[in-house]
C-alpha cells in the first residue's frame, strides 16, 4: 500500500527520530528479527562504534543512510504492503518488527511489517529500473515519459501504465485511481501513448496529486498509518474515486483492483472484450 507520499512520510518521520531539534540521536545496534526468513533482505552488520541515521525516498524506495565515522552505508528498502516504522521503548517492540535500531537512550526505531512483503538491502543505492520522482525531480519525470513514448509499453492502456514504476515511480492503486478520475475526458482504457500525447495535464497531476497526499498525511488506508496521527479525515474527503463503492472497478491483467468513474464502463467493457 505506502505509494510515493507515504514513503516520504516515512523518510521524514526516520530522520525526526534520529535528528530531532537537538543534536544527533546516536544508535548503538542493528537486530533482523530472526522470524524474518527473507532470502532477500541483506542486513548491514552493526557497526562496532556508535552510528547515526538518516533517511531520504524516491518514489516507492527509500535509503537508511547508517553513519559512523566517515563511513556511511546505504539500506535500501521497499515497504511492501503495510511497512512502516515505529519508535518505542527498548523491550516493546511490535512482535512484527524484522529490523530493529537500538538508540542509545533506551528506545528502539524497528521496521514494522505485518504481512512481510518489505524488502532491504544494504549496500545499495536507488534502483536502475525505476524512473525519477515525480514530486522532487519533476521535469526529469516528464522528459523520462516523453522520450520514451515510442516504447511499445505505451501501447498499453493508460490505467496500466500509470503502475509502471519505471516511468511512473512511486504511482500505485490510489494514486493513479484518484489521477484519472481527475481527467474526466479522459477515457481511463485509452492508449497511454494518445492520453499523454493529447492530455499534459495527465503528467501534471502525477506531481501534484502525491505532493497533495503527501500535505495531507499520507493514504490512511488498510493497513497504513501515519507515523504522526494526523487527521485522518482530511484524507478521507481528498480520496474521490478510490475504494468507492459508487465508482466502477476491474480486477486489472496484473491483479490489481482499478476504481475509475462508472462513465466509462461501456468503454471497459471493450476493453476486456478485446483481451479475449
Avoid at 187 to 203: G, H, K, Q, S, Y
Avoid at 227 to 240: G, L, N, T, V
Wanted: charged residues 30%.
Amino acid at each position: 500500500m505506502p505509494e510515493l507520499a507515504e514513503l516520504r512520510l516515512t523518510a521524514d518521520y526516520i530522520n525526526e527520530c534520529s535528528q530531532g531539534k537537538g543534536p544527533m540521536i546516536h544508535y548503538i545496534k542493528i537486530e533482523k528479527n530472526p522470524a524474518h526468513k527473507g532470502t532477500h533482505c541483506i542486513t548491514p552488520e552493526s557497526p562496532k562504534d556508535y552510528f547515526s541515521l538518516s533517511a531520504e525516498s524516491r518514489g516507492k524506495e527509500l535509503i537508511l543512510y547508517i553513519k559512523e565515522g566517515d563511513k556511511t552505508t546505504p539500506l535500501r528498502m521497499s515497504m511492501g504492503m503495510s511497512g512502516h516504522f515505529k519508535l518505542t521503548n527498548t523491550g516493546q517492540e511490535s512482535k512484527h518488527a524484522h529490523l530493529k535500531f537500538y538508540r542509545k537512550d533506551g528506545t528502539t526505531l524497528s521496521f514494522v511489517d505485518v504481512r512481510r512483503f518489505g524488502k532491504w538491502k544494504a549496500g545499495e543505492t536507488w534502483s536502475t529500473n525505476r524512473g525519477p520522482d515525480p514530486t522532487t525531480e519533476a521535469d526529469e519525470f516528464k522528459y523520462n515519459v516523453l522520450k520514451n513514448l515510442d516504447k511499445r509499453v505505451f501501447d498499453q492502456p493508460i490505467h496500466l501504465v500509470l503502475m509502471n514504476q519505471k516511468y511512473f515511480n512511486g504511482i500505485g492503486n490510489y494514486l493513479r485511481a484518484e489521477i484519472l478520475y481527475r481527467l474526466p475526458e479522459v477515457n481511463p482504457f485509452m492508449e497511454a501513448r494518445e492520453v499523454i500525447d493529447n492530455c499534459p495535464m495527465l503528467l501534471e497531476l502525477c506531481t501534484t496529486i502525491p505532493r497533495k497526499a503527501y500535505s495531507l498525511g499520507g493514504g490512511q488506508l488498510k493497513d497504513w498509518e501515519n507515523p504522526w496521527q494526523s487527521d485522518k479525515e482530511k484524507f478521507e474527503r481528498f480520496i474521490k474515486c478510490y475504494n468507492n463503492k459508487n465508482m466502477g472497478h476491474i480486477m486489472d491483467k496484473n491483479g490489481r483492483r482499478f476504481w475509475f468513474d462508472p462513465k466509462w464502463n461501456i468503454k471497459m467493457l471493450e476493453h476486456i472484450s478485446k483481451q479475449k
